[in-house]
């Protein structure tokens, strides 16, 4: 063979080469290059829906970004689409109204300095506060007491309501907290209570933050050189906001190696799940261990430290109690070991591993081709990056009040391609690219060698 030849032979081939690796990248996804299917039951008029993964789709993941799945409508069109946690949602609000008590002292008394009398009834409520060195004609409020016993909860903020009309003004307040009556401390200085108006235009404000903080009472003061008290009707006070947390994800795991004599157990988790946390369950009743969690991506890396606390489970008084999540930053490693110290109880019986994680949602834009098919488990694609954020800002009222993103009905798994579809393809277009590159490579050095060798004969 002619050396132009072999150089031909050579460009050909990784000219082919080249076009099968672009031809194959560029090649629509189907439902059927992956391994199973979820079909989604939708409530049509909307544009964007979202499907709450159930964990079944994350045992059949093969990138632990979970980036092989998709979403496809009736004609086999991929559907743009982003994956989400589900944040918690937030309770709303609740206002109380506070018992409210005036404190009354004379002008230049300060209240928060003052030896208060506290009067009670006989079933113990507060029926009046005040000083014993002033008489009624030279008394005057000079800062009011809330008791808030009855709440449980922090208190965010508190609003103050006047029993008349507010004079135009700037009142500085004070507010302080104990839970004796012995004790206060203060929490907020000179907060700015609005009230101005002019022409048609107007001020108010009558907030106070308390940082989320909870006490028994509560102590409203103002400067003694303060122009004018303050002559309150009421005080609601709102509760720190409380989250829902969405259900978590859960998957339990048997021990695919045990050594109960070291204390170590190894686990492997068929799939991809966010895992932010683990539950170590005991086999039998009544057992207390020490855990210390680690996990990898492969069984080629090295262990990485999670966390470590105490696992128990106890049966007392009738009632039985058992250890809480070890915690943990988010992760999608699949091998997790599990090392134990001071195991009482069976010993011979391993341990089973539940990791537990925050459920996700995968929102998507929806077409007029319905009905929609989530195919999910493909070892040879990429992650798509849709940006369809962008999309749903645009779709964000100038409120700022959120599109509404319907909820998809999920329906029965159904096998599409099968399990062959979630092996990692052969990289035999990344070897012959290699090997075609040594090639041209060699050719070079041959021709630079017999080049340089006709120079010296000539």
Not at 71 to 82: E, H, I, R, T, Y
Not at 93 to 107: C, M
Not at 182 to 206: C, M, P, Q, W
Not at 306 to 328: I, M, N, P
């Amino acid at each position: 063979m002619k050396l132009r030849q072999i150089i031909c032979l050579t460009l050909s081939m990784l000219c082919i080469t080249t076009l099968h690796a672009q031809t194959s990248s560029s090649k629509k996804l189907a439902p059927n290059d992956f391994a199973y299917g979820l079909p989604l039951t939708v409530e049509t008029g909307f544009t964007l829906y979202k499907v709450i993964l159930p964990i079944t789709v994350y045992q059949h993941l093969t990138q632990a970004d979970f980036g092989d799945m998709r979403v496809f409508d009736s004609a086999g069109n991929v559907l743009p689409s982003v994956l989400r946690t589900i944040a918690p949602q937030k309770k709303a609000s609740q206002q109380v109204t506070l018992p409210l008590f005036p404190i009354y002292g004379k002008v230049g008394d300060d209240a928060s300095n003052m030896s208060l009398r506290v009067q009670r009834n006989q079933q113990g409520a507060i029926v009046e506060i005040g000083s014993d060195k002033i008489t009624k004609n030279e008394r005057r409020i000079v800062g009011y007491l809330l008791d808030a016993r009855q709440i449980k909860q922090p208190l965010h903020n508190i609003t103050l309501h006047t029993d008349a009309q507010m004079p135009t003004s700037i009142q500085r307040v004070n507010v302080a907290y104990s839970d004796d009556l012995n004790h206060f401390t203060t929490v907020v200085s000179g907060a700015a209570i609005v009230n101005l108006s002019h022409d048609n235009y107007s001020v108010e404000k009558r907030d106070i933050v308390l940082d989320d903080r909870r006490a028994n009472y509560w102590l409203l003061t103002w400067p003694d050189d303060a122009d004018q008290q303050l002559n309150l009707a009421s005080v609601t006070a709102t509760r720190t906001s409380e989250f829902i947390s969405p259900n978590r994800l859960a998957l339990k795991l048997n021990a695919i190696s045990s050594q109960p004599e070291k204390g170590e157990y190894i686990f492997k988790l068929e799939g991809h799940m966010p895992a932010d946390g683990a539950r170590i369950i005991l086999p039998g009743k009544n057992q207390i261990v020490e855990a210390k969690l680690f996990s990898r991506a492969s069984p080629d890396d090295k262990w990485r430290y999670q966390s470590e606390g105490l696992a128990y489970d106890l049966q007392t008084e009738g009632k039985q109690k058992v250890s809480s999540e070890l915690r943990f930053v988010v992760t999608a490693d699949q091998y997790w070991r599990l090392l134990t110290k001071d195991r009482q109880g069976e010993n011979d019986v391993a341990p089973i591993l539940e990791l537990r994680g925050s459920s996700q949602e995968l929102v998507f834009v929806a077409n007029d081709k319905p009905p929609y098919l989530l195919a999910y488990g493909n070892g040879a694609i990429k992650t798509a990056n849709f940006n369809i954020d962008e999309l749903i800002t645009k779709l964000t009222r100038a409120d700022g009040v959120a599109p509404i993103i319907q909820v998809a009905s999920v329906g029965e798994q159904t096998i599409l391609g099968g399990e062959h579809r979630l092996a990692s393809p052969m990289p035999w277009q990344k070897w012959l690219l290699w090997a075609v590159l040594i090639i041209g490579a060699a050719l070079l050095i041959w021709m630079a060698v017999r080049l340089f060798r006709q120079v010296g004969h000539s």
